[in-house]
């Protein structure tokens, strides 16, 4: 027995984006030289602008991430 109005049909959007980048600090040193170098383990967050879900990865020794997250649009964080 089939009750039409009860039937829900979901498609599930398996779309996912391959994300990577680098990350770079930079400080004074001796108040004249600007030294810029990779930020190591720097916490990289993903929030869905839609959803408020939250992903993240983090950052190598050279300051590079790499990370597949499902494809949307986010709000991207850095923090140190």
Not at 14 to 31: L, M, N, P, Q
Not at 36 to 64: H, M
Request: no cysteine; net charge negative; glycine share 4%.
């Amino acid at each position: 027995i089939r009750d039409s109005e009860s039937q829900k049909l979901l498609i599930a959007d398996t779309t996912v984006v391959s994300v990577s980048g680098k990350i770079f600090g930079s400080y004074i040193h001796e108040r004249t030289d600007t030294i810029v170098e990779p930020l190591q383990y720097a916490n990289v967050i993903f929030k869905n602008v839609k959803t408020q879900a939250v992903l993240g990865t983090y950052s190598e020794l050279d300051g590079s991430y790499h990370t597949t997250i499902p494809a949307a649009t986010y709000q991207i964080e850095v923090q140190f």
